[in-house]
């Protein structure tokens, strides 16, 4: 499986962070495969955003939920984030990966940093 992330790689304060993730190799509609997101910022460890299963039901970590949405495309078998309201402290290298225990499939992680 190969999983890559696309996007802006600099948002500004209080604007919407939108980042897709194409998948090849499985199909993200697949019974029992669950996608998701997680996040480096600099200096910590990962830190899990959400996931989506292969039934489009989704879950999000409580600390984001409020501000977090997660989306796929099964036509062209993509999943996508979206961060909004966005401060400096969701800079970090997002990654998107298949939803395993140490996340070992992933793509190689796209650097969102958020500034003015």
């Known amino acids: 499986v190969q999983l890559w992330e696309s996007g802006p790689g600099l948002v500004k304060p209080s604007q919407m962070l939108s980042l897709t993730c194409t998948v090849s190799g499985a199909s993200i509609a697949a019974n029992y495969n669950a996608w998701c997101w997680i996040r480096q910022p600099p200096g910590k460890e990962l830190e899990w955003i959400g996931v989506i299963n292969y039934d489009g039901t989704t879950y999000y970590s409580p600390s984001l939920k409020s501000r977090t949405s997660i989306s796929r495309d099964t036509s062209k078998n993509q999943f996508s984030l979206q961060l909004s309201s966005v401060t400096p402290e969701d800079t970090a290298v997002y990654y998107c990966?298949?939803?395993?225990?140490?996340?070992?499939?992933r793509g190689q992680g796209t650097q969102v940093t958020v500034s003015s």
């Open positions: 990966a298949r939803e395993s225990t140490g996340w070992p499939e």
